[in-house]
T-cell receptor
Framework: DGGITQSPKYLFRKEGQNVTLSCEQNLNHDAMYWYRQDPGQGLRLIYYSQIVNDFQKGDIAEGYSVSREKKESFPLTVTSAQKNPTAFYLC????????????FGEGSRLTVL | QQQVKQSPQSLIVQKGGISIINCAYENTAFDYFPWYQQFPGKGPALLIAIRPDVSEKKEGRFTISFNKSAKQFSLHIMDSQPGDSATYFCAASTSGGSNYKLTFGKGTLLTVNP
């Protein structure tokens, strides 16, 4: 079955540690995205990538980093510079960046203790 | 600056009733308006979308009504069912529907009582 796989589903980390969230898709989509979801705040775009080896900052990129070395993979690193990292993180993909439906993974819930 | 305002934050409807969620936007350049549905512990999924050249789009029990002059659009769920209980997000974007330009509303938690 085609889809987007995010791992881990739940993650606990101590303050000051970097963490990397995995996102893999087998939909052969060109574009991939990372969103952050906080209660009552909707979805906010962190980073997006339209093609391999290229990515762009979204609305709330500070304290985050990404890479896109393969079409199928778009990992997100939450660095110690992110002031409030506890959140639900959603990865998504679409066939193209400029049109069409976003397909979301099931999310990763990060809790920083 | 919140570009897409969604209301209400939460909504409780009886089974068989009509659920109505409203969104208002400010940017007149928006030209693509999707609605996403999210069940607890899952990622959102596209439910229905509309472009401003039509005033209404219907898919099964779900209808989007669009009022360009008022800069408002709404989701109507007819004959609401307990299985419709979820969080609903409206969104808007420019440039023909660019996903990286999508602005989401803050969401509406819908509960349909049996």
């Amino acid at each position: 079955d085609g889809g987007i796989t995010q791992s881990p589903k739940y993650l606990f980390r101590k303050e000051g540690q970097n963490v990397t969230l995995s996102c893999e898709q087998n939909l052969n989509h060109d574009a991939m995205y990372w969103y952050r979801q906080d209660p009552g705040q909707g979805l906010r775009l962190i980073y997006y990538s339209q093609i391999v080896n290229d990515f762009q900052k979204g609305d709330i990129a500070e304290g985050y980093s990404v890479s896109r070395e393969k079409k199928e993979s778009f990992p997100l690193t939450v660095t110690s510079a992110q002031k409030n990292p506890t959140a639900f993180y959603l990865c998504a993909s679409s066939l193209l960046a400029n049109t069409g439906e976003l397909f979301f993974g099931e999310g990763s819930r990060l809790t920083v203790l | 600056q919140q570009q897409v305002k969604q209301s209400p934050q939460s909504l409780i409807v009886q089974k068989g009733g009509i659920s109505i969620i409203n969104c208002a936007y400010e940017n007149t350049a928006f030209d693509y308006f999707p609605w996403y549905q999210q069940f607890p512990g899952k990622g959102p999924a596209l439910l229905i979308a509309i472009r401003p050249d039509v005033s209404e789009k219907k898919e099964g029990r779900f209808t989007i009504s669009f009022n360009k002059s008022a800069k408002q659009f709404s989701l109507h769920i007819m004959d609401s069912q307990p299985g419709d209980s979820a969080t609903y997000f409206c969104a808007a974007s420019t440039s023909g529907g660019s996903n990286y330009k999508l602005t989401f509303g803050k969401g509406t938690l819908l509960t349909v009582n049996p």
